[in-house]
């Protein structure tokens, strides 16, 4: 038998402790769900018009490099209808420099920091508290004490069967603290599954490296290639009509760097053949010589491959299109309440043991002796 009011209290102090935290993830992550919506009503240079015929991605790629010759490219993401291809420089600092580009021109549209990116600033809080990998093992933590936080409120919540509609009564009219009180467990009766599903998927997600040694799945590939003084690099677009021409005429979704010279390009191509969204085919190719290196196909890969990299587009809502994305900016929105209504009602009961105290202490003092 679950001792409720011990669940209750351990309830109230987990929650009391991180609940500065999930504000803040809560707060991220609903203004990170409909990033690239919010970036082009912020930034509408970011929208293009598709012309002919594209740049050549070298030419691009030179572009970028001579206007930020300080910084060194690690991706390019290109997006799909008229937007233009980001590009994602890390700094001496470690600070990324994003660097927005006119595909079909050639144009620098829009080049910065944080201070020209905020929704950047956003996205790293949310992912990793501005701190590396130990803002992400405590944003992990966050995800499981979220888990937690969930299981033992719908336990507490849980009205049986018969009484499942009083779950979800709000009461007005008796008080603020009621009302609050009710509408803690109603919403959080409706959203448990939402916000469980977001604290286990981003603690795993967070976790992959480590668990992906233990468990039955292919790493994802990492190839090094010495770099070699005085021998040129292909040119991107060369490789990128290998790849093509060996994998087949796919959309080209991204492209990543690695090596001090960028002499390890991975091509990442939208997989027609997945239900996943953002699912892509990988490949990986010496810049040196063109050889391919490896791959990463989602159809060849273990079943554990499969539902791990389902995991982000879960987290996301992008597995279920708009609506998904809708339910989970509902859930953060909800997180932000929790800890506001949670923290309200922990002040209102403290306030309201600390005058009952001082009536007694009163009530005592005038009692003759």
Avoid: C
């Avoid at 603020?176 to 009180?181: E, F, L, Q």
Wanted: glycine share 8%; charged share 20%.
């Amino acid at each position: 038998m679950i001792d409720r009011a011990a669940l209750l209290k351990l309830h109230r102090w987990v929650g009391l402790t991180v609940g500065v935290l999930l504000f803040v993830q809560g707060l991220t992550g609903t203004l990170l769900v409909f990033r690239e919506e919010i970036e082009h009503l912020l930034y509408p240079e970011l929208v293009v018009t598709p012309a002919a015929t594209a740049v050549p991605v070298q030419q691009l790629v030179d572009t970028v490099r001579a206007a930020t010759p300080d910084a060194t490219l690690q991706r390019i993401r290109f997006a799909e209808g008229a937007a233009a291809a980001l590009f994602v420089m890390g700094g001496e600092d470690d600070r990324p420099r994003l660097v927005a580009v006119d595909p079909w021109r050639g144009e620098i549209l829009r080049q910065g920091g944080y201070a020209r990116w905020p929704t950047e600033l956003l996205f790293r809080v949310h992912d990793e508290l501005l701190s590396g990998r130990t803002g992400e093992i405590i944003v992990s933590i966050e995800g499981i004490a979220l888990a937690f936080l969930v299981i033992a409120g719908f336990i507490l919540w849980w009205p049986g069967r018969r009484r499942l509609r009083s779950g979800f009564r709000v009461i007005t009219g008796q008080g603020a603290d009621r009302a609050v009180r009710t509408t803690h467990r109603a919403l959080g009766g409706a959203i448990a599954v939402v916000l469980l599903m977001s604290g286990l998927t981003g603690a795993l997600l967070i976790h992959r490296a480590t668990l992906q040694s233990v468990l039955p799945m292919v790493p994802r590939p990492k190839f090094v290639v010495p770099e070699q003084a005085g021998q040129p690099l292909m040119a991107i677009d060369t490789l990128l009509s290998r790849a093509r021409s060996e994998h087949g005429p796919l959309p080209l979704r991204e492209l990543r760097f690695s090596g001090s010279k960028g002499q390890v390009i991975a091509y990442y191509f939208q997989d027609p053949s997945s239900l996943r969204p953002n699912a892509t085919r990988q490949y990986f190719y010496n810049a040196y010589d063109g050889s391919e290196l490896g791959r990463y196909e989602p159809a060849k890969l273990p079943l554990l491959n499969t539902a791990y990299d389902w995991l982000y587009t879960i987290h996301t809502g992008r597995a279920a299109r708009a609506p998904g994305r809708v339910l989970v900016l509902t859930g953060g929105l909800s997180l932000v309440f929790f800890v506001t209504s949670g923290a309200w009602l922990w002040l209102s009961a403290r306030q309201q043991r600390h005058a009952r105290r001082m009536k007694a202490a009163a009530r005592l003092a005038r009692e003759p002796r």
